[in-house]
Protein backbone atom coordinates (compact mmCIF):
# COMPACT_ATOMS: atom_id res chain seq x y z
CA UNK A 1 0.00 0.00 0.00
CA UNK A 2 1.02 4.06 -0.95
CA UNK A 3 1.54 5.43 2.29
CA UNK A 4 4.29 8.39 0.86
CA UNK A 5 3.47 12.07 2.29
CA UNK A 6 4.66 13.30 -1.20
CA UNK A 7 2.19 14.70 -3.53
CA UNK A 8 3.69 15.18 -7.08
CA UNK A 9 2.80 17.91 -9.01
CA UNK A 10 1.92 17.13 -12.50
CA UNK A 11 2.05 21.49 -13.87
CA UNK A 12 2.39 20.16 -17.59
CA UNK A 13 0.16 21.67 -21.05
CA UNK A 14 -0.63 18.36 -22.47
CA UNK A 15 -0.37 14.13 -22.23
CA UNK A 16 2.62 13.80 -23.90
CA UNK A 17 4.53 15.88 -21.75
CA UNK A 18 2.98 14.77 -18.57
CA UNK A 19 3.38 11.11 -19.51
CA UNK A 20 7.67 11.64 -20.37
CA UNK A 21 7.69 12.63 -16.70
CA UNK A 22 5.28 10.21 -14.96
CA UNK A 23 7.44 7.68 -16.44
CA UNK A 24 9.87 9.28 -13.92
CA UNK A 25 8.07 8.31 -11.21
CA UNK A 26 6.95 5.52 -8.98
CA UNK A 27 3.04 5.00 -8.25
CA UNK A 28 4.65 2.81 -4.72
CA UNK A 29 6.57 5.70 -4.16
CA UNK A 30 4.17 9.48 -4.07
CA UNK A 31 0.25 9.88 -5.06
CA UNK A 32 0.15 12.90 -7.99
CA UNK A 33 -1.49 15.84 -8.48
CA UNK A 34 -3.52 17.10 -11.53
CA UNK A 35 -4.71 20.75 -11.34
CA UNK A 36 -6.51 22.79 -13.79
CA UNK A 37 -3.38 22.81 -16.54
CA UNK A 38 -2.92 19.12 -17.04
CA UNK A 39 -6.72 18.79 -16.63
CA UNK A 40 -7.81 21.33 -19.60
CA UNK A 41 -4.82 19.55 -21.44
CA UNK A 42 -5.32 16.07 -21.16
CA UNK A 43 -8.91 15.35 -19.60
CA UNK A 44 -10.58 12.82 -17.56
CA UNK A 45 -9.19 9.95 -19.62
CA UNK A 46 -5.46 10.89 -18.38
CA UNK A 47 -6.94 11.33 -15.32
CA UNK A 48 -8.04 7.48 -15.29
CA UNK A 49 -5.16 5.59 -16.99
CA UNK A 50 -2.97 7.20 -14.32
CA UNK A 51 -5.43 5.92 -11.98
CA UNK A 52 -5.61 2.87 -14.03
CA UNK A 53 -1.39 2.56 -13.15
CA UNK A 54 -1.34 2.77 -9.57
CA UNK A 55 -1.36 6.49 -8.62
CA UNK A 56 -3.23 7.85 -6.19
CA UNK A 57 -5.05 11.16 -7.52
CA UNK A 58 -5.21 14.43 -6.62
CA UNK A 59 -7.91 16.36 -8.32
CA UNK A 60 -6.99 20.31 -7.37
CA UNK A 61 -9.41 21.90 -9.74
CA UNK A 62 -10.51 24.00 -7.02
CA UNK A 63 -14.90 23.81 -7.31
CA UNK A 64 -16.55 27.13 -7.05
CA UNK A 65 -19.91 27.46 -7.93
CA UNK A 66 -23.48 27.21 -6.81
CA UNK A 67 -23.90 24.09 -4.20
CA UNK A 68 -25.77 21.80 -6.98
CA UNK A 69 -23.18 22.32 -9.62
CA UNK A 70 -20.31 21.91 -7.59
CA UNK A 71 -21.91 18.72 -5.75
CA UNK A 72 -22.22 17.06 -9.45
CA UNK A 73 -18.64 17.70 -10.37
CA UNK A 74 -17.77 16.05 -6.89
CA UNK A 75 -19.71 13.03 -7.58
CA UNK A 76 -18.11 12.77 -11.14
CA UNK A 77 -14.75 13.21 -9.99
CA UNK A 78 -15.64 10.02 -7.26
CA UNK A 79 -16.86 8.32 -10.20
CA UNK A 80 -13.22 8.45 -11.70
CA UNK A 81 -12.09 6.92 -8.80
CA UNK A 82 -9.41 10.22 -7.64
CA UNK A 83 -8.21 9.87 -4.36
CA UNK A 84 -8.71 13.81 -3.27
CA UNK A 85 -10.29 16.32 -4.76
CA UNK A 86 -10.74 20.17 -3.79
CA UNK A 87 -13.57 23.01 -3.56
CA UNK A 88 -13.11 26.67 -2.43
CA UNK A 89 -14.19 27.32 1.35
CA UNK A 90 -15.23 30.67 -0.16
CA UNK A 91 -18.37 29.19 -1.49
CA UNK A 92 -19.53 29.06 1.48
CA UNK A 93 -21.34 26.45 4.12
CA UNK A 94 -24.25 25.48 2.01
CA UNK A 95 -21.88 24.49 -1.17
CA UNK A 96 -19.63 22.67 1.47
CA UNK A 97 -22.37 20.92 2.85
CA UNK A 98 -23.52 19.90 -0.47
CA UNK A 99 -20.32 19.15 -1.84
CA UNK A 100 -19.58 16.29 1.34
CA UNK A 101 -23.02 15.58 0.49
CA UNK A 102 -22.29 14.36 -2.80
CA UNK A 103 -19.07 12.91 -1.63
CA UNK A 104 -20.64 10.64 0.85
CA UNK A 105 -23.29 9.29 -1.00
CA UNK A 106 -20.69 7.58 -3.69
CA UNK A 107 -19.00 3.70 -3.56
CA UNK A 108 -15.54 5.32 -3.87
CA UNK A 109 -15.00 8.33 -1.58
CA UNK A 110 -12.43 10.83 -2.10
CA UNK A 111 -11.47 12.93 0.82
CA UNK A 112 -12.32 16.21 -0.08
CA UNK A 113 -10.71 19.37 1.10
CA UNK A 114 -11.12 22.72 0.93
CA UNK A 115 -9.09 25.74 -0.19
CA UNK A 116 -9.21 28.76 2.13
CA UNK A 117 -7.51 31.96 1.15
CA UNK A 118 -5.10 31.46 -1.84
CA UNK A 119 -1.65 32.22 -0.64
CA UNK A 120 -1.27 34.84 -3.84
CA UNK A 121 -3.89 37.31 -1.54
CA UNK A 122 -2.52 39.37 1.03
CA UNK A 123 -4.44 41.32 3.58
CA UNK A 124 -4.71 44.39 0.76
CA UNK A 125 -6.17 42.19 -1.79
CA UNK A 126 -8.69 40.75 0.30
CA UNK A 127 -10.03 44.00 1.44
CA UNK A 128 -10.06 45.18 -2.28
CA UNK A 129 -12.54 42.72 -2.90
CA UNK A 130 -14.35 43.30 -0.14
CA UNK A 131 -13.19 41.19 2.79
CA UNK A 132 -12.26 43.13 5.86
CA UNK A 133 -10.03 40.40 7.71
CA UNK A 134 -6.24 40.04 7.94
CA UNK A 135 -5.66 37.39 5.62
CA UNK A 136 -4.70 34.49 8.28
CA UNK A 137 -7.33 35.29 10.47
CA UNK A 138 -9.77 34.66 7.48
CA UNK A 139 -7.78 30.91 6.36
CA UNK A 140 -8.54 30.23 10.52
CA UNK A 141 -11.96 31.30 9.69
CA UNK A 142 -12.63 29.41 6.29
CA UNK A 143 -10.24 26.35 7.41
CA UNK A 144 -13.00 25.78 10.77
CA UNK A 145 -15.94 26.47 8.11
CA UNK A 146 -14.36 23.58 5.85
CA UNK A 147 -14.13 21.47 9.54
CA UNK A 148 -17.95 22.03 10.41
CA UNK A 149 -19.29 21.85 7.38
CA UNK A 150 -17.50 17.78 7.37
CA UNK A 151 -14.65 18.28 4.97
CA UNK A 152 -11.54 16.67 5.10
CA UNK A 153 -8.71 18.94 5.87
CA UNK A 154 -7.69 22.24 4.00
CA UNK A 155 -4.78 22.68 1.63
CA UNK A 156 -2.72 25.62 3.56
CA UNK A 157 1.01 26.85 3.35
CA UNK A 158 3.30 25.43 6.22
CA UNK A 159 3.57 28.60 7.93
CA UNK A 160 0.05 27.89 8.87
CA UNK A 161 -0.05 24.42 10.01
CA UNK A 162 1.07 24.67 13.38
CA UNK A 163 -1.81 27.31 14.02
CA UNK A 164 -4.02 24.79 12.25
CA UNK A 165 -3.11 21.94 14.00
CA UNK A 166 -3.60 23.60 17.04
CA UNK A 167 -7.11 24.75 16.52
CA UNK A 168 -8.54 22.08 14.55
CA UNK A 169 -6.85 19.25 15.62
CA UNK A 170 -4.22 16.78 14.69
CA UNK A 171 -6.89 14.45 12.58
CA UNK A 172 -8.05 17.44 10.34
CA UNK A 173 -5.84 16.87 7.07
CA UNK A 174 -3.50 19.68 6.19
CA UNK A 175 -2.27 19.93 2.64
CA UNK A 176 0.88 22.32 2.46
CA UNK A 177 2.57 23.51 -1.20
CA UNK A 178 5.41 25.63 -0.86
CA UNK A 179 7.98 23.04 0.06
CA UNK A 180 11.56 22.90 -0.74
CA UNK A 181 14.43 20.47 -0.10
CA UNK A 182 17.28 22.13 1.83
CA UNK A 183 20.04 23.22 -0.77
CA UNK A 184 17.16 22.87 -3.75
CA UNK A 185 15.73 26.55 -6.04
CA UNK A 186 12.91 28.30 -4.27
CA UNK A 187 12.06 28.99 -8.09
CA UNK A 188 8.87 31.25 -7.72
CA UNK A 189 7.87 30.59 -4.00
CA UNK A 190 8.42 33.18 -1.60
CA UNK A 191 8.21 31.46 1.80
CA UNK A 192 9.36 27.91 1.68
CA UNK A 193 9.66 25.16 4.27
CA UNK A 194 11.61 22.16 3.97
CA UNK A 195 9.97 18.91 3.85
CA UNK A 196 10.92 17.92 7.85
CA UNK A 197 9.94 21.30 9.19
CA UNK A 198 6.36 20.84 6.87
CA UNK A 199 5.68 17.58 8.85
CA UNK A 200 7.10 18.90 12.16
CA UNK A 201 4.69 21.68 11.70
CA UNK A 202 1.89 19.47 11.23
CA UNK A 203 1.40 19.06 7.67
CA UNK A 204 0.10 15.66 6.58
CA UNK A 205 0.79 16.20 2.64
CA UNK A 206 3.24 17.66 1.09
CA UNK A 207 2.76 18.99 -2.80
CA UNK A 208 6.32 19.13 -4.63
CA UNK A 209 6.44 19.78 -8.15
CA UNK A 210 10.17 21.16 -9.72
CA UNK A 211 12.11 20.10 -7.01
CA UNK A 212 11.22 16.25 -7.95
CA UNK A 213 11.35 16.71 -12.24
CA UNK A 214 14.40 19.35 -11.86
CA UNK A 215 16.78 16.04 -9.91
CA UNK A 216 19.25 14.23 -11.64
CA UNK A 217 17.28 11.38 -10.60
CA UNK A 218 13.78 11.80 -9.83
CA UNK A 219 13.15 8.80 -8.15
CA UNK A 220 16.80 8.76 -5.65
CA UNK A 221 14.74 12.65 -4.89
CA UNK A 222 11.69 10.55 -4.20
CA UNK A 223 13.14 8.15 -2.17
CA UNK A 224 15.46 10.67 -0.20
CA UNK A 225 11.90 12.77 0.80
CA UNK A 226 9.56 9.79 1.86
CA UNK A 227 12.98 9.39 3.93
CA UNK A 228 12.94 12.84 5.19
CA UNK A 229 9.61 12.99 6.09
CA UNK A 230 9.23 9.50 7.88
CA UNK A 231 12.06 10.47 10.24
CA UNK A 232 10.11 14.09 10.87
CA UNK A 233 6.82 11.93 11.60
CA UNK A 234 8.54 9.58 13.59
CA UNK A 235 10.11 12.59 16.03
CA UNK A 236 6.48 14.13 15.86
CA UNK A 237 4.47 11.31 17.28
CA UNK A 238 7.64 10.66 19.95
O1 LIG B 1 6.91 23.16 -8.43
P1 LIG B 1 6.33 23.47 -7.06
O2 LIG B 1 6.83 22.53 -5.98
O3 LIG B 1 6.50 24.92 -6.69
O4 LIG B 1 4.78 23.17 -7.24
C1 LIG B 1 3.85 23.48 -6.25
C2 LIG B 1 2.45 23.13 -6.68
O5 LIG B 1 1.57 23.56 -5.66
C3 LIG B 1 1.98 23.82 -7.96
O6 LIG B 1 1.05 22.93 -8.61
C4 LIG B 1 1.25 25.04 -7.46
O7 LIG B 1 0.24 25.46 -8.32
C5 LIG B 1 0.64 24.50 -6.16
N1 LIG B 1 0.33 25.52 -5.17
C6 LIG B 1 1.27 26.38 -4.66
N2 LIG B 1 0.93 27.31 -3.71
C7 LIG B 1 -0.33 27.38 -3.30
C8 LIG B 1 -1.31 26.52 -3.79
C9 LIG B 1 -0.93 25.58 -4.74
O8 LIG B 1 2.44 26.30 -5.03
N3 LIG B 1 -0.64 28.24 -2.37
New binding site residues.
Partial sequence: MNNSRVIV?L?FPDETTARQHISMLDPGLCRV?V?MELFTGGGPSLVEALIADGFDVFLDLKFHDIPTTVAKACTVAARLGVWMLNVHAGGGREMLLTACEAVAKEPHQPLLIGVTV??SLATADLAEIGVPAAAADQVTRLAGLCKSAGLDGV?C?AQESAGLQAALGREFILVT???RPAGSAS?D?KRTMTPAEAMLAGSHYL?????IFQAEDPLLMLQQLNREINTALAQRQA
Fill in positions: ADKGLTVSPGIHQVIGRP
